[in-house]
């Protein structure tokens, strides 16, 4: 059984209601969950909700039948499901409780009758969901709910790094449904969750800081669990206008608003105001100011150019910067590396410079291509970007990089295979790597750390490759 079926068979063919692009709209501004709204009170019915049914990935786990099972990331994003899972996704059963229509709906993105839903859920969480533009009806069959988004829940070891019963450390995080469910958006989607996001958040420093930055933020996974775990005020900046809503929701329902701040903006380019318009003297410009962690999951695919102009699904992952009329501001699409992959990568640590306060760290999940010559691009980078620091001398720099084993990394060949949706697009990704001279691909992590060296003005790197 499909949940992600080629995208060959649904090019085109994918309906939803137009109320997909209005999806939490009133959260372009930042909202206070003390103020009297419609929106507010809407979150707060949805997030009791979701607390009274046990909406946890232990649950969501048990309904799968892998209660305690240890599993490679969100295992229920897979492309296909055994037989053991046809009694939750077969859609000639009826939803048997609130749990299994969340989870068809909100996990799964399965659409239901309203009747059942209604049933179910009730009439104040249904029109909740529907005001929030979580939910919609379909324009094509009468009667029938489509979920606009997903909610994902986050296992609490998943922060606590080991078994945990403690259930308030877990996340709920609204997100887009992966594609092609998100293919009617008008809008760019919001990145979904997967391993690496898991990831990341598992293998980020943990200490108490003051002062943490989350880049490319997405849904504010990184920034969210931050304020959870250790930092004491998160900035979370995405260029992506529906991200930016998402992530102050995801806020909110997590119950961090209060330290969590969301912000439109393109990587350290970004501004807060302070009770006044954009350009009044009360703005603070956020690139002047210096952060004690800097978290990201970049946009690292190296999709080429001309294929990401032609064929539409690329559209997600294009490379460089939007140009869809459509969308009013230039941003970076969801998955954009450049056309060699590390575009967004190269600036986000060329920045670091600039934005890390001494001693502050840097946690990145990403794709690594040649994993071996990265040193020596890391290093160059960062001594084009070092400044130096009151005649001081530049940063010194110790780094860490987590890879894939090589038996476990793409060739040219398997990485072609994996993105290209046919023969004629494999071969156009060959030649693509080829010119770009990427000859394996790996995912990993990469930390930084960075020391303030007195009086020294040549530069210093330590660098370890660890495989995975």
Not at 65 to 74: D, F, I, R, S
Not at 190 to 198: A, E, F, N, R
Not at 332 to 337: H, S
Not at 426 to 440: A, G, P
């Amino acid at each position: 059984m499909s949940l992600r079926p080629d995208w060959a068979q649904w090019d085109g063919k994918f309906v939803t209601s137009t109320g997909i692009n209005d999806a939490l709209r009133d959260f372009s501004s930042k909202v206070d969950e003390k103020e009297e709204n419609k929106s507010v009170r809407d979150a707060i019915v949805l997030r009791d909700l979701l607390a009274s049914i046990g909406y946890t990935a232990a649950n969501v786990q048990q309904r799968f039948g892998l209660a305690g099972a240890k599993t490679a990331g969100p295992f229920y994003l897979r492309r296909r499901f055994d037989h053991r899972h046809a009694h939750l996704l077969g859609m000639q059963t009826s939803p048997r409780d609130e749990l299994d229509v969340i989870i068809r709906m909100l996990l799964l993105g399965l659409s239901l009758p309203v009747e059942q839903v209604q049933e179910l859920l009730g009439d104040q969480v249904l029109s909740a969901m529907t005001r929030l533009s979580l939910v919609g009806p379909s324009p094509a069959i009468p009667g029938l709910l489509v979920p606009h988004v997903q909610i994902f829940p986050v296992d609490p070891s998943a922060l606590l790094r080991g078994e945990s019963s403690d259930e308030s450390m877990g996340l709920l995080m609204v997100t887009d449904l992966m594609p092609p469910c998100s293919a009617a958006l008008e809008e760019e989607p919001v990145m979904y969750i997967g391993p690496d996001s898991l990831g990341l958040v598992h293998h980020a420093p943990r200490r108490e800081e003051e002062a943490v930055l989350d880049l490319c933020c997405g849904s504010g996974i990184q920034g969210i669990a931050a304020a959870k775990l250790y930092g004491k005020q998160v900035t979370c900046v995405d260029i992506n206008e529906r991200a930016v809503r998402f992530a102050r929701f995801n806020a909110m329902i997590n119950g961090v608003a209060s330290r969590v701040k969301v912000l439109q903006g393109d990587l350290y380019d970004f501004h807060e105001k302070m009770g006044h318009e954009m350009g009044s003297e009360s703005e603070v410009v956020m690139s002047q100011r210096r952060f004690n962690v800097i978290l990201s999951n970049p946009p690292f695919v190296p999709v080429p150019f001309d294929l990401k102009k032609r064929v539409k699904r690329y559209n997600v992952f294009a490379d460089g910067r939007n140009e869809n009329t459509r969308v009013k501001q230039i941003r970076l699409i969801l998955v954009a590396g450049g056309e060699d992959g590390e575009a967004v990568l190269k600036r986000i640590i060329t920045g670091a410079s600039r934005h890390l306060a001494a001693g502050g760290r840097v946690a990145i999940v990403t794709e690594i291509f040649c994993a071996h010559l990265l040193p020596e691009r890391m290093k160059r980078w960062l001594i084009e970007s070092s400044p130096l620091s009151e005649s001081r001398g530049r940063r010194r720099w110790r780094c860490l990089v987590h890879v894939d084993k090589e038996e476990n990394m793409y060739t040219p060949a398997t990485y072609s295979e994996a993105r290209a949706g046919n023969k004629v697009e494999r071969l156009e990704w060959e030649e693509h790597l080829k010119k770009m001279r990427i000859e394996t691909v790996g995912r990993g992590y990469i930390f930084l750390k960075a020391y303030m060296i007195s009086y020294v003005i040549s530069y210093m790197i330590s660098y370890v490759i660890s495989l995975m």
